[in-house]
């Protein structure tokens, strides 16, 4: 199983970035998907996942900003990442798991960086 996150970058306050994931090696729609971030000396923390009927959870954060959705035809989410905030700044990690609070799988982080 693999997962390749993409769409990180740099990016003003109020911008907009979109983080894609791919999912290779298992029955994609069979799984809770969904994207967590970390910074340095904070654990990670769920920011949205998208359940295998394709519900979503969000953290109150970014609630109203970020819209996660999946396209199992693809195998891969997307976050949607819209007015963004410096402290949204994060290496944001994609994963995988019967249940997205317990993933099994990880994605390689990729680092967003909001400016103000």
């Known amino acids: 199983v693999q997962l390749q996150a993409s769409g990180g970058g740099s990016v003003q306050a109020g911008g907009s970035l979109r983080l894609s994931c791919a999912a290779s090696?298992?029955?994609?729609?069979?799984?809770?998907m969904g994207w967590f971030r970390q910074t340095p000396g904070k654990q990670r923390e769920l920011v949205g996942g998208?359940?295998?009927?394709?519900?979503?959870d969000y953290a109150d954060s970014v609630k109203d900003r970020f819209i996660i959705s999946r396209d199992n035809a693809k195998n891969t989410i997307y976050l949607q990442m819209n007015n963004l905030k410096p402290e949204d700044t994060a290496v944001y990690y994609c994963?995988?798991?019967?249940?997205?609070?317990?993933?099994?799988?990880w994605g390689r982080g990729t680092l967003v960086t909001v400016s103000s």
């Open positions: 998208i359940h295998k009927d394709g519900s979503p």
């Open positions: 090696g298992r029955t994609f729609r069979n799984y809770d």
């Open positions: 994963a995988s798991g019967l249940n997205i609070r317990s993933p099994g799988v």
